[in-house]
């Protein structure tokens, strides 16, 4: 009988911390540091969950507007003075990438598969990985350029705070000519060049992953799951 509850307890204890992993290890987008950062496990990088803190943080950076909005210059001394800080306590974080491909510039813009235009292929930047394959959001032209798609937009923000429905500065300025900057639209989808002097919103990342530990709700439900197991064990035995 001893042996039968032993058992019982294992399998019992077995199953809620199997639970447990399914909570953390199946999402590709995991809140950590209290919900102050999202790492994202596909690209193993860490976003700001916050898309908008330089709406009420600007470490000291002039030129940042009351929303928040910031030129592409003003956006990478924001950066620095963040690092400066060693904000969270990390000092490598970064304007997200985007990497140009196929034919230099964006002579390739398209409505599918290049590094420019709606659609594009989201390996050539983390802001369009995020919008895309993470959030699973829409473009306002479909493949095959056929406008407006059904449900297109920014309909989901997952977990961040402040996801503006705008465009976003990316990290590279536009090697055909500097006075350009990329950037992604959070609107509609699209990743392009435009002026550095314009004033975009700016969503900071970093390289790697923030150790993520279990929101305390999550661990409540799930220990008290594992005691109504265990307790029902034991009233099962108790019957025989």
Same mark, same amino acid.
């Given at each position: 009988?001893?042996?039968?509850? +032993?058992?019982?307890?294992?399998? $019992?204890?077995?199953?809620?911390?199997? !639970?447990?992993?399914?909570?953390?290890? /199946? &999402? #590709?987008?995991?809140?950590?540091?209290?919900?102050?950062?999202?790492?994202?496990?596909?690209?193993?990088?860490?976003?700001?969950?916050?898309?908008?803190?330089?709406?009420?943080?600007?470490?000291?950076?002039?030129?940042?507007?009351?929303?928040?909005?910031?030129?592409?210059?003003?956006?990478?001394?924001?950066?620095?003075?963040?690092?400066?800080?060693?904000?969270?306590?990390?000092?490598?974080?970064?304007?997200?990438?985007?990497?140009?491909?196929?034919?230099?510039?964006?002579?390739?813009?398209?409505?599918?598969?290049?590094?420019?235009?709606?659609?594009?292929? +989201?390996?050539?930047?983390?802001? $369009?990985?995020?919008?895309?394959?993470? !959030?699973?959001?829409?473009?306002?032209? /479909? &493949? #095959?350029?056929?406008?407006?798609?059904?449900?297109?937009?920014?309909?989901?923000?997952?977990?961040?705070?402040?996801?503006?429905?705008?465009?976003?500065?990316?990290?590279?300025?536009?090697?055909?000519?500097?006075?350009?900057?990329?950037?992604?639209?959070?609107?509609?989808?699209?990743?392009?060049?435009?002026?550095?002097?314009?004033?975009?919103?700016?969503?900071?990342?970093?390289?790697?992953?923030?150790?993520?530990?279990?929101?305390?709700?999550?661990?409540?439900?799930?220990?008290?799951?594992?005691?109504?197991?265990?307790?029902?064990?034991?009233?099962?035995?108790?019957?025989?």
């Amino acid at each position: 009988m001893k042996n039968k509850t +032993t058992m019982l307890l294992f399998t $019992a204890i077995a199953l809620s911390a199997g !639970l447990l992993f399914a909570t953390t290890a /199946n &999402a #590709s987008l995991v809140f950590a540091l209290g919900g102050q950062v999202v790492n994202d496990t596909d690209h193993n990088i860490t976003w700001l969950a916050n898309a908008n803190l330089a709406d009420t943080q600007n470490f000291g950076v002039s030129g940042i507007n009351a929303n928040g909005t910031m030129n592409w210059n003003t956006a990478g001394l924001w950066i620095a003075a963040m690092n400066i800080a060693n904000y969270l306590g990390y000092n490598d974080w970064r304007l997200p990438t985007v990497t140009d491909t196929d034919t230099p510039g964006c002579s390739d813009f398209a409505f599918s598969g290049t590094d420019c235009g709606f659609n594009v292929n +989201t390996a050539t930047g983390e802001l $369009a990985h995020l919008f895309y394959d993470e !959030l699973g959001n829409k473009s306002f032209y /479909n &493949a #095959s350029g056929i406008w407006p798609q059904s449900g297109w937009g920014l309909t989901n923000t997952g977990p961040f705070s402040n996801l503006q429905s705008t465009n976003y500065w990316s990290g590279p300025e536009y090697a055909q000519n500097t006075d350009f900057a990329w950037y992604f639209s959070m609107t509609n989808g699209v990743q392009h060049v435009t002026n550095n002097y314009h004033n975009l919103f700016a969503l900071a990342v970093r390289p790697g992953q923030v150790a993520a530990v279990p929101e305390p709700a999550t661990t409540w439900l799930l220990g008290l799951g594992l005691l109504g197991m265990v307790g029902a064990a034991r009233r099962r035995l108790a019957l025989r």
